[in-house]
């Protein structure tokens, strides 16, 4: 699988970030092999790029100082994008260099060179990038959707289980140099928001795909996109965008004209990143925290680890932090050494990768944690924890899984040495997806929160009490639930993805078969109502990075389910039986708006986008072994 005008011609899927860190252990360039161009043949080690690098660079991008964001991420970035940060907010720091150094470092952290970026085929520009006003934002989703159900009803989203049969594409958008699209869009104004890879941010046409303007943030933007709401007639609204990078940075965009309001960076950890999507509340942004330091340990000369996850609010007006409340109570101190003398940090991680939901009602903010890092673990990970709203203190902690504490060093098929294995070593159950606050009565609420142990629980919302709890898949280090469920009709839908991994084989004592597919629970007792088992219709020239499982998030509809597969297909299931009542391979090359032909692949992260009788879906996620992908869809009805 080739990729046109992509400097990342990538046919493996490995995760970039541990290779980037096993790649630093040895010290060389993730990916140097892909661009054969950028040093004319010459080994890693005699790059140009390097030397400059070390003597000017490594001290503070490599643990040195705590607030520089770590090589790791950096390496993430695209040539033209360190680049640019050299000449901008990093330009005390790279005044040493000429301006050739500064192009050989940039291209020697990228893995690329400077000239892969230039896109050779542009989206044609719109005749005017004004937004329509008289059409504010209907869909709902992480962000805006408060209690998080990612249900679109019939009289804004415009489709239902009566029309789906009948949606065709309309147009594609390529995502120049690129091989993942994660980023959920955002339709208001007659125009999709959405990130990318490359940290540009488009406005584009919701009905031809041109765009209206670009905006690029310092990083990689995997977010979704929210937008301020308005009403249709009000006077002079003032339409804003809100999202995150992978460098901990939370934005605020004028989404008329595409400029910067502000950037506040959310946490000054060099690992931190924003995964989950932050939620807009009137005039406060809660932005989730989490991080690749995990990744960071398989170095065994890394000391593991330092990094707490933490939930912020933010001022909409001006991006100042009201409260920040760490998942960890404890800062991380010296819990002893590991075998080959490196000293462990501890209690850490407990990072946040899921899209909060707000209780008004109660004035509570819902989120789930993921592992701890190192050892030992504490009561903070694999948890369900509500946060006041108002000041950020904890009003309750629900763990469901104890005793979890891993990261990469766990990975012996990939780093030799496990001495900064915890001695929990996993199970790495976090929760990934979103939790769900669903009305059962007038007077009776439920939470729902799905797990990567493939178990889904139904908890008490005012005091984290386990009502009910289902094991649904199998679970697993790339099992269980995902990124997220959906609710509507009454059902709770759980997409479960329980891909085969080789660490599965030493870590787990599997006692049933993975189960990926899409299931119906009742939000009640958990009961499961019905089962949709996903199919291997894997090609045979794909089978190594093809799986049949649901890693995005599910979207509701009316008497359906919309669902992205890790196979590459769009599926809409029938809420009253889940069968397949629609399907749709991305698995080719769609010609786009700009003329670049664009590929599709494994679906990951974001959903679909429903509105106004309009499905939008990002397809490509070529990370974790599976199939990259560079282009955003739009299908409508015939």
């Avoid at 970030?17 to 096993?22: A, R, T």
């Avoid at 695209?78 to 907010?89: C, F, K, T, V, Y």
């Avoid at 989206?123 to 249900?151: H, I, K, Y």
Wanted: aromatic content about 8%.
């Amino acid at each position: 699988m080739t990729f046109k005008n992509s400097a990342l011609n990538q046919t493996t899927g490995w995760c970039l970030g541990l290779l980037m860190v096993l790649a630093t252990h040895a010290q060389a360039p993730r990916a140097q092999q892909s661009d054969p161009a950028m040093s004319d043949g010459a080994s890693e080690q005699s790059h140009p790029g390097e030397a400059p690098y070390r003597e000017h660079c490594a001290s503070c991008h490599e643990g040195g100082v705590y607030k520089a964001p770590h090589r790791m991420f950096v390496s993430m970035m695209a040539p033209d994008a360190i680049l640019s940060s050299m000449a901008g907010i990093m330009a005390a720091q790279s005044e040493a260099l000429s301006g050739q150094e500064q192009i050989h470092v940039a291209e020697y952290l990228a893995g690329r060179s400077l000239a892969s970026t230039q896109v050779e085929f542009s989206p044609p520009g719109c005749e005017s990038s004004e937004l329509d006003l008289a059409r504010p934002p209907a869909q709902t989703g992480w962000g805006t959707d408060l209690r998080n159900s990612r249900f679109q009803s019939a009289a804004t989203g415009g489709l239902s289980a009566d029309n789906v049969g009948s949606l065709e594409l309309k147009w594609a958008f390529a995502f120049p140099n690129a091989i993942q699209a994660r980023s959920q869009p955002a339709v208001a104004g007659g125009t999709v928001f959405v990130g990318s890879q490359s940290g540009r941010v488009y406005a584009l046409d919701a009905t031809t795909g041109c765009v209206r303007w670009t905006f690029r943030a310092s990083a990689e933007v995997r977010t979704a996109i929210i937008v301020s709401p308005w009403q249709a007639g009000e006077r002079n609204p003032r339409p804003t965008l809100y999202f995150g990078d992978i460098l901990a940075r939370a934005y605020s965009v004028d989404a008329t004209s595409g400029e910067l309001n502000w950037s506040t960076r959310v946490d000054d950890h060099p690992n931190a990143t924003i995964t989950g999507t932050p939620t807009l509340v009137g005039e406060q942004l809660f932005v989730p925290v989490s991080s690749l330091e995990v990744v960071s340990a398989a170095n065994p000369d890394y000391a593991c680890c330092t990094f707490r996850g933490s939930m912020v609010a933010l001022s909409t007006g001006d991006g100042e932090i009201q409260w920040k409340t760490y998942t960890v109570d404890e800062k991380p101190k010296p819990a002893g050494k590991t075998s080959v003398g490196t000293a462990i940090l501890a209690p850490s991680g407990a990072p946040i990768w899921n899209s909060p939901a707000v209780d008004l009602e109660r004035g509570q903010i819902y989120a789930g944690t993921g592992e701890n890092y190192s050892t030992p673990a504490d009561g903070s990970s694999d948890a369900i924890i509500a946060f006041d709203m108002a000041t950020g203190k904890k009003k309750w902690v629900t763990q469901t899984t104890s005793g979890d504490s891993w990261n990469a060093g766990c990975l012996i098929y990939f780093t030799k040495d496990a001495s900064n294995c915890p001695e929990e070593n996993g199970p790495d159950f976090d929760y990934s997806a979103s939790p769900i606050l669903l009305s059962l009565s007038k007077d009776a609420d439920i939470l729902v929160v799905g797990q990567k142990s493939g178990t889904v629980y139904g908890l008490d919302p005012d005091t984290g009490r386990v009502i009910w709890q289902t094991p649904v898949g199998r679970g697993g280090v790339q099992g269980g639930v995902h990124f997220g469920m959906a609710a509507g009709d009454g059902l709770v839908y759980v997409p479960i993805n329980d891909m085969f991994y080789p660490e599965d084989l030493t870590r787990y004592d599997f006692k049933k078969d993975p189960r990926p597919g899409i299931y119906a629970l009742d939000p009640a007792t958990g009961k499961e109502l019905w089962a949709n088992p996903a199919e291997d219709v894997c090609p045979e020239d794909r089978k190594e990075w093809c799986d049949a499982g649901i890693s995005a998030a599910a979207t509701a509809i009316p008497g359906a389910v919309i669902a992205g597969h890790m196979d590459g297909h769009i599926r809409i299931y029938s809420a009253a039986t889940g069968k397949v009542l629609w399907d749709y391979t991305t698995l080719r090359e769609f010609d786009t708006v700009s003329g670049e032909v664009a590929q599709g692949g494994s679906m990951s992260g974001s959903g679909a986008t429903v509105t106004n009788g309009m499905l939008y879906m990002n397809s490509g996620y070529g990370i974790y072994e599976h199939m990259p992908g560079n282009v955003l869809l739009a299908f409508g009805l015939k």
